[in-house]
Every structure is written in C-alpha cells, then in structure tokens.
C-alpha cells in the first residue's frame, strides 16, 4: 500500500475529487494547510501598508491505495491539481506498512 500526500492550490480541490472519484478512488483526507515554497509568498497592501505574505492558503489531500494502483492515482492527481504555473504543489509518496479499520479489525488493503 501506498500513501500519496499532495499539497495543491485551494481552487483545484474539486477538479482533483472528481478526478480521484472518477478512478474509484473514495476515501480521502482534506486539510486546509499553509506553506509557500519557491515562490516565497506575495505582497499586498492593507490600508495603504504593504506586507509581505509568506505563507499561502493550500489543501493538502492524503489518502492510501494498493500499491498496483498508486502510479495511476498519481498521475490523475497530479494532472487535476496542474495549471502549469508556479504553485502547483508537490506530491508525496510513502509506503505504508499496515492498514486497520477499527470498526471490523478489517486489516492491509481490506481496510482502504
């Protein structure tokens, strides 16, 4: 099994769910996170102060597949999430050694 971890803009949220469902795919987490990376964040002026703002509104989406499937998840995802622009995010893959549903002991890739 693996966990994909992506953190991506706000505004691609949904384009990435229907994408993700549309595989099969139905458990995820969302999170609502802050961060910048190379772009360093912005400035903007309130009342007539300019500031800098460093760290940027993101999502970041986590959810665990088998692993046979992971390269195709990744590759929905990262194509849903994409403008092209800087920003776009970054994704994260990890192995995953167990899964348990708590509700039946349902365990590995019978739990996801």
Do not use: C, S, W
């Given at each position: 099994m693996k966990?994909?971890?992506?953190?991506?803009?706000?505004?691609?949220?949904?384009?990435?769910?229907?994408?993700?469902?549309?595989?099969?795919?139905?458990g995820m987490t969302v999170t609502e996170v802050r961060g910048h990376g190379r772009q360093k964040g912005h400035k903007e002026v309130y009342r007539g102060k300019e500031y800098t703002v460093d760290l940027l509104p993101?999502?970041?989406?986590?959810?665990?597949?088998?692993?046979?499937?992971?390269?195709?998840?990744?590759?929905?995802?990262?194509g849903a999430a994409r403008t092209g622009k800087i920003g776009d995010g970054k994704i994260f893959v990890y192995d995953v050694a167990e899964a348990i549903r708590i509700r039946n002991d349902d365990r590995g890739e019978a739990a996801l």
């Amino acid at each position: 099994m693996k966990k994909v971890e992506a953190i991506i803009q706000p505004f691609k949220l949904e384009e990435v769910k229907e994408a993700l469902k549309a595989l099969g795919v139905d458990g995820m987490t969302v999170t609502e996170v802050r961060g910048h990376g190379r772009q360093k964040g912005h400035k903007e002026v309130y009342r007539g102060k300019e500031y800098t703002v460093d760290l940027l509104p993101k999502v970041k989406v986590e959810l665990v597949v088998p692993a046979a499937r992971a390269d195709e998840v990744i590759k929905t995802l990262a194509g849903a999430a994409r403008t092209g622009k800087i920003g776009d995010g970054k994704i994260f893959v990890y192995d995953v050694a167990e899964a348990i549903r708590i509700r039946n002991d349902d365990r590995g890739e019978a739990a996801l």
